[in-house]
């Protein structure tokens, strides 16, 4: 069964710290792009970042210099390491494989 699941979610203050990690199963996680999206209240998902196969990486310009995204193939897992955090990252954080396949999301809260 392909799978997605997303942790490391939770409430911090404005400029605090928080990791998320997801972890792939049931498939050959070295051979996909990778990427994190957010949805806030009311609003559309968005792509936050993405990894390529080779370890190439993209972030959204709300995010730059603030998020950085890595993979470690052998625990077939990506990470999303977020910084300085803002009460506009409030959301809920989703990854997926090439937007084929999305995890279950996990909630962000940041307090001003």
């Known amino acids: 069964q392909v799978q997605l699941v997303e942790s490391g979610g939770g409430l911090v203050q404005s400029g605090g710290s928080l990791r998320l990690s997801c972890v792939g199963s049931?498939?050959?996680?070295?051979?996909?792009?990778m990427s994190w999206y957010r949805q806030a209240p009311g609003k559309e998902r968005e792509l936050v970042a993405s990894?390529?196969?080779?370890?190439?990486?993209n972030y959204a310009d709300s995010v730059k210099g603030r998020f950085t995204i890595s993979r470690d193939n052998a625990k077939k897992t990506v990470y999303l390491q977020m910084n300085s955090l803002r009460p506009e990252d409030t959301a809920v954080y989703y990854c997926t494989r090439e937007h084929r396949v999305w995890g279950q999301g996990t909630q962000v809260t940041v307090s001003s």
């Open positions: 049931g498939f050959t996680f070295s051979i996909y792009a």
């Open positions: 990894i390529s196969i080779g370890g190439s990486t």
